[in-house]
């Protein structure tokens, strides 16, 4: 599969933002899906995930009450919406799939990744 994340930009503190991460291929519907980011200077860590019907989500503490993911299979593309932006969500953002049966919150676990895009939260 091939992912194509695309949403980012620059905003104020406070301002919101969504992101898209557009998968190709069939194989996208059966498998949980997230979102990590990597700000400067710091590990890629992980933001939330969605597992394969939607039912179920998870968010990093930083971001729970803040961010949203959803996904729309018919589409193959998930979303990250992101609202009340502070200077701390700066960071590239990547999509990944994670591998068939697995639906945790660890890097490992994902095997899949696309490019990342960039969101910069000014103060």
């Known amino acids: 599969v091939q992912l194509q994340a695309s949403g980012g930009g620059l905003v104020q503190a406070g301002d919101s933002l969504r992101l898209s991460c557009a998968a190709s291929?069939?194989?996208?519907?059966?498998?949980?899906m997230g979102w990590f980011r990597q700000a400067p200077g710091k590990e890629r860590e992980f933001v939330a995930l969605?597992?394969?019907?939607?039912?179920?989500?998870s968010y990093a503490d930083s971001v729970k009450g803040r961010f949203t993911i959803s996904r729309d299979n018919a589409k193959n593309t998930v979303y990250l919406q992101m609202n009340s932006l502070k200077p701390d969500d700066t960071a590239v953002y990547y999509c990944?799939?994670?591998?068939?049966?697995?639906?945790?919150?660890?890097?490992?676990?994902?095997?899949?990744w696309g490019q990342g895009t960039l969101v910069t939260v000014s103060s």
């Open positions: 969605i597992t394969w019907n939607g039912f179920t989500t």
């Open positions: 291929g069939r194989t996208f519907s059966g498998y949980v």
């Open positions: 990944a799939r994670a591998r068939r049966g697995v639906a945790t919150t660890r890097e490992a676990d994902f095997g899949s």
